[in-house]
């Protein structure tokens, strides 16, 4: 029976010990105020370039205001931080993170797309055209699917097949809707100079009303 008894004490002090916050977490919470301050504080800092302080203020937030807002925010920027600072697979796990631990934000799409970008980054083109189709069935968002069009394009680009690059750069442009077209119109004239003349023939047989036809003519004729 007094065993019994100790027991039960025993479960009801453990689940007591449980519910209270950890008291490192609760001086962290203090450190820094509010969930709103510390993450103003990490802005602050990304938007000077300070990416080494910003990045230790983002994983605090996510430490001590997990279940806040700005969580996946948070997150995007760890992932773009280690982007910048070359540290391609810390990067995508932050981005991974935020698509599994937050998949009703609306920043899961973004963190699809630069994703994508880190292997552009790091020269792994065929990985960008591979995992582009499976990120483009997962995305609604206008900019993003642009964006995405347009960073195939590129890596077709990078790979010495301007040809297909422009496909997508065209599809791209089908997507466009607030993002500016005009830089895509350029890549798209740089890519018709690097064709070969049968290339430049079947796109002029093409009728696809969004290609410069009068660059097309040009270029065939420096052919």
């Given at each position: 029976?007094?065993?019994n008894h100790c027991i039960i004490v025993l479960g009801l002090l453990a689940s007591l010990c449980a519910c209270v916050p950890k008291p490192g977490i609760q001086?962290?919470?203090?450190?820094?105020?509010?969930?709103?301050?510390?993450?103003?504080?990490?802005?602050?800092?990304?938007?000077?370039?300070?990416?080494?302080?910003?990045?230790?203020?983002?994983?605090?937030?996510?430490?001590?205001?997990?279940?806040?807002?700005?969580?996946?925010?948070?997150?995007?920027?760890?992932?773009?931080?280690?982007?910048?600072?070359?540290?391609?697979?810390?990067?995508?796990?932050?981005?991974?993170?935020?698509?599994?631990?937050?998949?009703?934000?609306?920043?899961?799409?973004?963190?699809?797309?630069?994703?994508?970008?880190?292997?552009?980054?790091?020269?792994?083109?065929?990985?960008?055209?591979?995992?582009?189709?499976?990120?483009?069935?997962?995305?609604?968002?206008?900019?993003?699917?642009?964006?995405?069009?347009?960073?195939?394009?590129?890596?077709?680009?990078?790979?010495?097949?301007?040809?297909?690059?422009?496909?997508?750069?065209?599809?791209?442009?089908?997507?466009?809707?607030?993002?500016?077209?005009?830089?895509?119109?350029?890549?798209?004239?740089?890519?018709?100079?690097?064709?070969?003349?049968?290339?430049?023939?079947?796109?002029?047989?093409?009728?696809?009303?969004?290609?410069?036809?009068?660059?097309?003519?040009?270029q065939l004729g420096l052919n």
């Open positions: 029976m007094k065993l001086r962290g919470k203090a450190l820094y105020g509010s969930a709103d301050e510390l993450f103003l504080k990490a802005e602050q800092h990304f938007e000077s370039q300070s990416y080494e302080d910003a990045l230790v203020l983002y994983n605090d937030y996510l430490l001590y205001f997990s279940e806040k807002p700005m969580a996946p925010a948070a997150l995007i920027k760890i992932g773009i931080i280690n982007s910048i600072l070359g540290n391609y697979n810390t990067a995508r796990q932050a981005y991974q993170r935020l698509i599994l631990e937050y998949p009703r934000s609306s920043l899961t799409q973004d963190a699809l797309f630069e994703m994508l970008f880190t292997y552009y980054k790091e020269s792994r083109f065929q990985e960008v055209i591979n995992r582009a189709a499976e990120a483009l069935e997962n995305m609604d968002s206008p900019d993003n699917i642009f964006r995405t069009y347009a960073l195939i394009g590129d890596a077709y680009m990078a790979m010495e097949s301007p040809i297909d690059a422009i496909q997508y750069y065209l599809e791209a442009q089908r997507q466009s809707t607030t993002l500016d077209p005009e830089p895509l119109a350029l890549k798209i004239k740089e890519a018709i100079a690097q064709l070969e003349s049968d290339d430049v023939a079947i796109l002029l047989d093409s009728a696809e009303e969004r290609l410069p036809m009068d660059y097309l003519v040009f």
